[in-house]
């Protein structure tokens, strides 16, 4: 078991009734999306991608070496998640 995997299962075995542990994503401006709780993610192959950690961040620039995760890349492109109006505007062109 990973250290993630062994933390999250304490935290289930502790959690009363039957909910789940919960999962969120949150979408950083103009950067990542950081992804907190036991989901799995799956790689291009549809296979479960290791997780080390209960927090994790993704890439959305699609600039990251380290794929799915994000390196710090949309610092340096200039990604942006929104134009002035609210509406995706992705890398700029």
């Known amino acids: 078991m ?3 995997d062994e933390s999250m299962t304490a935290r289930a075995d502790g ?3 039957d909910a789940a542990p919960e999962v969120t994503v ?3 401006p ?7 709780g036991p989901a799995t993610i799956l790689g291009p192959d549809g296979e479960p991608v290791e997780r080390r950690r209960a927090t994790v961040a993704l ?3 699609g600039g990251t ?3 799915p995760w994000c390196d710090g890349t949309h610092k340096v ?3 942006r998640s929104t134009d002035q109006r609210g509406t995706s505007a992705g890398p700029p062109r």
């Open 59 to 61: 890439c959305r620039c």
């Open 77 to 79: 492109n200039g990604y």
């Open 26 to 28: 949150t979408a950083c």
């Open 65 to 67: 070496a380290i794929a």
């Open 30 to 36: 103009d950067g990542p999306l950081l992804l907190r």
């Open 15 to 17: 959690a009363t009734g």
């Open 2 to 4: 990973t250290m993630f």
